[in-house]
């Protein structure tokens, strides 16, 4: 069951600007970004609310991808300099199972 959000807490959740978003952990951006679709899911949210919530919703979404873009970045480096020093694309396939 999912949880409802009161007035104070989809407002707490709306109030998180860009700045802050951006100093955000994966972690703590994924999470935000669940309660955020959560409370959007919610009825009865009001219509003003819900849009500065979809903004929010926005950010932490673009936050949680440059994180993981940097990530792969990196691992793609990392995977460059140990194996062959030439660069590929991380295969979670490939490269991500441990055997």
Not at 48 to 61: A, D, F, K, N, P
């Amino acid at each position: 069951m999912k949880k409802q959000f009161d007035l104070k807490q989809l407002e707490a959740l709306a109030a998180l600007t860009p700045g802050m978003i951006e100093q955000l952990s994966y972690e703590d951006a994924m999470e935000r970004l669940e309660q955020t679709v959560e409370a959007l899911e919610q009825e009865g949210t009001p219509l003003e609310l819900g849009l500065r919530l979809y903004e929010v919703g926005t950010g932490l979404s673009r936050r949680c991808g440059k994180v993981l873009d940097t990530a792969e970045a990196r691992m793609v480096q990392l995977l460059g300099n140990v194996e062959s020093a030439a660069e590929e694309p991380f295969d979670p396939d490939k490269n991500g199972r441990l055997s």
